[in-house]
């Protein structure tokens, strides 16, 4: 017969397993990142359109960088190791490539759009995606070029009589 002491000795026993196997697991736990799985790219409606899906929501920063021109989206807390280069060659867009930054808490993956020369861009999330419109030259004349100003009228001078 067992005793009431030693199935609480097997019950503490594997709840210390369990917490041990909680604790190995560290903060950065892969369930938590967000896996991006692809990132696609399309011409549409004057711009190259790059769809970056991942496992969830994404939280982002975006900025430019020159010499060479590029365009960096990093992803908070998400794994971008799976995805392949990516070879675009139209509308700005060279190519997109990635890099994944981790340390023993953070995980940061970063995608890097190889760009032609100096784009207008726009960026907004979609469901578990980022989207990134690269507009084309056409398209970054019109959001660049101030509006034509119009001449006005020469006014009409009034002569005012000589004084008397």
Known sequence: MISTSTRLSGL???????????????????ADRNEIRAVEAAATNGAV??????????S???FKLQDPPR????????????VAPLQVG??????????????????V???????????EYEVAPRGDAVVVRVLDDKATA?????APVEPEPAAELALAPPPP
């Open 12 to 30: 503490h026993r594997r709840g210390w397993l369990a917490l041990l196997a909680l604790l190995a697991a560290g903060p950065a736990r892969a």
């Open 49 to 58: 359109e790059l769809v970056i899906q991942g496992s969830r929501a994404p």
């Open 60 to 62: 982002y920063t975006v």
């Open 71 to 82: 365009l960096v989206v990093d992803l908070t807390g998400a794994d971008v190791s799976k």
């Open 90 to 107: 139209q509308g700005g867009v060279l190519a997109v490539t990635t890099a994944q930054y981790q340390d023993d808490k953070n995980a």
């Open 109 to 119: 993956g970063r995608v890097i759009v190889a760009l032609d020369g100096p784009r």
């Open 142 to 146: 019109a959001v660049t070029a101030p």
